[in-house]
């Protein structure tokens, strides 16, 4: 693509006196620009660019085709799970009778919109086994402050002020530990077994009167079931703690089992990536907690109940152990609706294939790719798995240069550089609504970069050699962040 002309900031574009606009005419006839008093006018012109119509056209349209997301190519990142966000889900979204709500419009005007949110409170419990759930926090990591201050508000409403230790293993995602940090708790770090799952002998020995609980995922980050969830449930229980899922990524749990079941108290699960919406750059989000019986008067408020008469209702202030407000009004709720749809489409029977089908296709590729990248972990997966970069370590060629030729391919690159449990890790997650070939073309792609790596090394460790920039410095990037062209030219002005 030359997009060389129309690429750069639209300000170098800018031409002193070109124009691609009109303005309406000024029908107030008695007052101009000059009319305008002193202390209102600037004091000097605006930095605009002034550029004709047709350069700012392509300007942006070729910038939005520089875009990668899920809808123009294949996305493999694991623990992250970006899925397909559907037409219908935005078309919901953007429904008028949603998008001009009002988060204080009385109860009785927006009986649709809660009808929404009460279904998908229920539809969550029905899918986890769990017994109430609030929609309220907006991220998966505001879920898991908002279930471990559940946790602690337990502890203390039974007088139990001592318990402020939370176990978590060395596997997991690093908001677990962030989260718990943030709540005012101290993390104990459970070791991992080399076969990747929880060193249970590890964590007896850390179990005491002064656990509030534990935080597992499950399948853990290494996409492995953890099998021996009974036992640890049982020990965590029995020395007073509770036990927190991760259900960030809940996909391959669809159809097969749930965390309630299982023995888990709380949890929370990210409705932007086991049910759709796209959460590129940090937003938006929605981060639903569930809580096992016997723990639903601490959840937050406002919460939607039913009367009766199938009435909903919005509560706020009458539960005297709630968390309260952890947020604003409801929680996200284009994200919850975007879930709404994505779950009513699949359906009741379809929802069960979900799991199934992501354990299948990550399977499908660990298996194709084994020879040629090396798997520390040898065994059955779940949803995503982790190659701890290619399995000839001679051609010097890394896990970053693999990831940096895959754009070359045209393949979004997979998680890289974690989970810390290998130096050269390689996280894939190819997601349930991958077809065959397009999983298939990945694979050769895949294989073809490990043939590269033996044959032309340096074609691999050079890449990415197709995209409209190549290598950033990213620790310079994150030191010294250049986030508007004013500060690019004042830089490149001292520079000069
Ligand atoms: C993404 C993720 C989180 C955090 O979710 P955010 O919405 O990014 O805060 C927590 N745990 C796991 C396992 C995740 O994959």
Redesign the pocket.
């Known amino acids: 693509m030359n997009n060389r002309l129309y690429g750069n900031l639209v300000f170098e574009l800018s031409k002193k006196g070109r124009k691609g606009y009109s303005l309406p005419k000024n029908t107030y006839e008695k007052y101009s620009v000059a009319d305008l008093p002193a202390g209102l006018k600037r004091e000097s012109e605006a930095t605009l660019p002034e550029c004709d119509e047709l350069t700012v056209v392509r300007h942006y349209t070729n910038h939005s085709a520089n875009n990668f997301g899920v809808n123009n190519g294949f996305y493999p990142l694991g623990?992250?799970?970006m899925k397909y966000n559907p037409v219908i889900n935005e078309e919901v979204a953007a429904m008028k009778i949603f998008a001009d709500l009002h988060p204080l419009q009385p109860a009785e005007t927006c009986q649709g919109a809660l009808e929404v949110y009460y279904n998908l409170q229920i539809m969550l419990s029905n899918i986890t086994g769990l017994s109430e759930f609030t929609l309220n926090p907006c991220?998966?990591?505001?879920?898991?402050l908002t279930g471990l201050m559940v946790i602690r508000a337990y502890h203390q409403s039974r007088g139990d002020e001592k318990r402020t230790k939370v176990l978590i293993p060395d596997s997991?995602?690093g908001?677990?530990p962030a989260s718990a940090a943030v709540c005012g708790l101290e993390v104990v770090e459970v070791k991992s077994l080399a076969d990747g799952t929880v060193d249970v002998d590890d964590l007896r020995s850390k179990l005491s009167d002064e656990v509030a609980g534990m935080m597992m995922?499950n399948p853990n980050?290494l996409g492995l079931f953890e099998k021996r969830i009974p036992e640890i449930a049982a020990m965590v229980h029995e020395c007073g703690g509770l036990m927190y899922y991760?259900g960030?990524?809940l996909n391959p749990m669809l159809g097969a089992c749930r965390p309630g079941d299982m023995g888990f108290d709380v949890m929370?699960i990210?409705l932007?990536?086991t049910f759709s919406t796209p959460?590129g750059g940090?937003g938006p989000?929605s981060?639903p907690v569930g809580v096992r019986e016997g723990l639903e008067q601490f959840l937050p408020t406002p919460r939607v109940t039913e009367d009766e008469e199938g009435v909903l209702h919005v509560m706020t202030g009458d539960y005297e152990k709630s968390l309260g407000s952890i947020g604003s009004f409801f929680g996200n709720f284009g994200v919850i609706l975007r879930a709404y749809t994505y779950i009513l489409s699949l359906g009741k029977e379809n929802i069960k294939m979900v799991g199934p089908l992501a354990t299948l296709n990550a399977n499908y590729i660990k298996e194709r790719l084994k020879d040629v990248y090396e798997l520390p972990i040898d065994t059955v997966c779940k949803h995503e798995f982790v190659f701890n970069g290619l399995k000839d370590k001679s051609t010097g060629v890394t896990t970053m240069d693999v990831a940096k030729r895959l754009l070359d391919y045209g393949y979004h690159a997979p998680t890289i550089y974690f989970p810390l449990l290998f130096h050269e890790a390689l996280m894939i997650e190819p997601t349930e609504n991958e077809s065959k070939e397009t999983i298939d073309g990945f694979v050769e792609v895949m294989r073809t970069i490990a043939q590269e790596a033996k044959d032309c090394p340096d074609e691999v460790k050079s890449a990415p050699h197709n995209t409209p920039i190549s290598r950033v410095d990213d620790v310079l990037a994150a030191k010294h962040p250049i986030l508007n062209w004013r500060q690019l030219k004042e830089d490149q002005a001292k520079a000069e």
């Open positions: 623990s992250c799970t991220a998966g990591a505001h879920g898991e997991a995602h908001t677990n995922t980050t991760d960030a990524n929370h990210n932007h990536k959460h940090g989000g981060g």
